[in-house]
Structure formats: C-alpha cells, structure tokens
C-alpha cells in the first residue's frame, strides 16, 4: 500500500461520523406519543409532528444529512408537487355546505 493510500484511508476515516441511530429511534418514539396523545386535540400540532418525523427519518434513515446537495435536492423537488396534489385531494373531498362532494364520481374509491 502506497503513502498516499494510506493517508487518503485515514483522512476519509477521520471524517465520517456516525449518528448515533438509537437516540433518533428514541426521538422518534417519543414524538409517536406526543402524537398519539394530541391527535383529536390539536391537528395542526399533529401535522407539524409528522413532519419532524419525515425529516428526521430522511435526514439520518436515508443518510441525506451525510450526503452530497444533490441527493438531497433530488429527494425536495417532487415535495411541493405533492403537497399540491394533497391540497387539491383535501379540497375535492371536502363536502360542501349542501353536503355534495366535488369529487363524486372522480375519487369514487374514498
């Protein structure tokens, strides 16, 4: 093995961390009961809980904390896609104030 081998074997040993994956699993246990216990209380703190949970779950379950911008950028560009077609399944759904829903017929499986 070449000096140069085992210079660059250390430098990219020195570097990596790892996440200590047992404390993001107990966060995520806990956040799972904040959840479980405000879910008929407060919907909006519920929503924002999940989403702690998705990017936690992203950022260190699927490494994209650790990789390059690229992967990242990869995994963010559809998200405003679906949180538009979301909003647009919430509101099709959504009955109106005579109780007819918009989306009779086209979402007959809800």
């Not at 996440?19 to 959840?35: C, K, R, S």
């Amino acid at each position: 093995m070449t000096e140069y081998t085992q210079q660059l074997m250390v430098e990219t040993h020195g570097e990596k961390k790892h996440p200590n994956y047992l404390a993001v699993f107990g966060l995520l246990a806990l956040i799972t009961l904040v959840e479980v216990t405000v879910a008929s209380s407060w919907p909006a703190v519920l929503i924002i809980l999940s989403l702690t949970k998705v990017a936690l779950v992203a950022m260190y379950y699927m490494h994209l904390k650790f990789a390059s911008g690229w992967f990242t950028t990869i995994f963010l560009v559809p998200v405003p896609f679906l949180l538009l077609v979301l909003i647009v399944i919430v509101v099709a759904l959504t009955p109106a104030a005579d109780g007819v829903v918009a989306a009779t017929g086209v979402c007959s499986f809800f």
